[in-house]
């Protein structure tokens, strides 16, 4: 069963760089069958989609985050990766990573990891 | 961008009622509807896919249905357990959006 695990700092300051990393457990990060996911919520409020990548290295971002955001996948680790530039406090945030059930960057999010919260401040 | 409208933002409901929630698109699409259920302090688990397909695992008593821009998300006999934030989320069209949420609540 296909596990995910964020990792990176809980704390970052304003104008500096967010980066957060997603270990993938129990499946290749190298499979077609899958988009890796970034989605954060702010406490207290809803879900935004960051950005969606194949292993390939194809990359989709929210149009409103794009100038900001870079996705990635390392095969060799298994795992794909989250920057997040220039943040201000609008950007603090649980960020949970997630895959898509097939290999389409338009499809639903069935498994999620446990999120972890980033908060911006200095 | 599509934008998700949910509704009731809130509900307080008594054990063994049924629970409707509805989902509506600002434009069409299809049946790239989804529904997640987020408990507090969890991650958000996938119940209802592509509109009315219930995802593995999922109690029978949650169904969706609906197409178009008109969705609907259905828990009948509601139980303890099921006190939760639901979201709709949009897979047809990037970027891909959520619904602002629905608290239900036990009574």
């Known amino acids: 069963q296909l596990q995910l695990q964020e990792s990176g700092p809980g704390l970052v300051k304003p104008s500096e760089t967010l980066s957060l990393t997603c270990a993938v457990s129990?499946?290749?990060?190298?499979?077609?069958?899958?988009?890796w996911v970034w989605i954060r919520q702010p406490p207290g409020k809803g879900l935004e989609w960051i950005g969606s990548v194949h292993y390939s290295g194809t990359a989709h971002y929210n149009p409103s985050l794009e100038s900001r955001v870079t996705i990635s996948v390392d095969t060799s680790k298994n795992q794909f990766s989250l920057n997040l530039s220039s943040v201000t406090a609008a950007d603090t945030a649980i960020y949970y990573c997630?895959?898509?059930?097939?290999?389409?960057?338009?499809?639903?999010?069935?498994?999620w990891g446990r999120g972890t919260m980033v908060t911006v401040s200095s | 961008e599509i934008v998700l409208t949910q509704s009731p933002d809130f509900q307080s409901v008594t054990p063994k009622e049924k629970v409707t929630i509805t989902c509506r698109a600002s434009q069409s699409i299809g049946s790239s509807l989804h529904w997640y259920q987020q408990k507090p302090d969890q991650s958000p688990k996938l119940l209802i896919k592509y509109a009315s397909q219930s995802f593995s695992g999922v109690p029978s008593r949650f169904s969706g249905s609906g197409s178009g821009t008109d969705f609907t998300l259905t828990i009948n006999s509601l139980e303890a357990e099921d006190a939760a934030m639901y979201y709709c989320?949009?897979?047809?069209?990037?970027?891909?959006?959520f619904g602002g949420g629905t608290k239900v609540e036990i009574k």
């Open positions: 997630a895959d898509t059930i097939f290999g389409v960057v338009t499809d639903a999010f069935d498994i």
């Open positions: 989320h949009q897979s047809s069209t990037l970027p891909l959006t």
């Open positions: 129990g499946g290749s990060i190298s499979s077609t069958n899958y988009y």
